[in-house]
């Protein structure tokens, strides 16, 4: 059963989500500027409803966690399973956020484990969780692994096992940004840059290959270089990054979930409000009760 504080952590990393989807400009990712356009396979609106959906399986992930009290392979393969279990109930909400899914999963419930810990803590904690292997997980490759193995790239497993360094790169850039007096929409967006110039991003290898991951990591080097986004020369840099990844239809979404875990991490220690989280998680229930009876609708059409 889960408590307050499994709901609280599991609303925290929502909005973490739901955070990162709203700053703009985001070179080649969804933005609230894509509302409705549906320049990138799925518009910002339908990417906000379906957040929510993650809601209650990130709930059941602390609320494990909390039970089992140590980073075991039991709990990892029960991660995997709620993982699973909520991707289906995502995609029937809507879809998309599967990489964010992975890193908020691991750090909610590490969170969940260890309720002071803060920082490289907590990343440090997400990684002793992964490093044991999920024996229940299928075993046909997923598209992240086969780019992984194909270009020898750490993917997101490596990214997890090595304990999120670009989640605390992305800590460090926020810190730096916000000393400097960055505004914190500035700040982010620094640090998502920060994110994109090193990550070997399995989504652009897929895509656009080694080349096309070069162009993009050397893009985001160039907004650093040229002062960031808070300097006039940072911010036509950014934006003619944009415009060229929104043209190529390159998509750097790996770096977009590791900000949104950067950011729940960030959020912590989560306050726990009886009355906000009742609310809120009521209308992410609401999101799976209609994920739900959707999969309902979809299985007697079926049958029909």
Known sequence: MSSPEDQALALAAVDALTGQLALAPKPGLPDPRDLGARRIRKDHGSLRWSARALAPGLTAMAAAARRTGEPTPRLRAELGAIGRSTEHSVDLAGGGHRGALWTLGLLVAAAALDPAARGTDVTTTAKKIAAHPDKRAPRRASRGSSVSAKYGAAGARGEARAGFPHVRRALDALATARTAGAGETEARLDALLTVMSTLQDTELLHTAGPAGLRHVQAGARGVLEAGGTTTDTGREALLALDADLHARAWSPRG???????????????????????????????GVSARAASARGVSARARAA
């Open 255 to 285: 770096s977009a979930g590791l900000l949104a875990g950067a950011l729940f991490v960030d959020a912590l220690p989560v306050a726990v409000s009886a009355r906000g989280v009742s609310a809120r998680a009521a209308s992410a229930r």
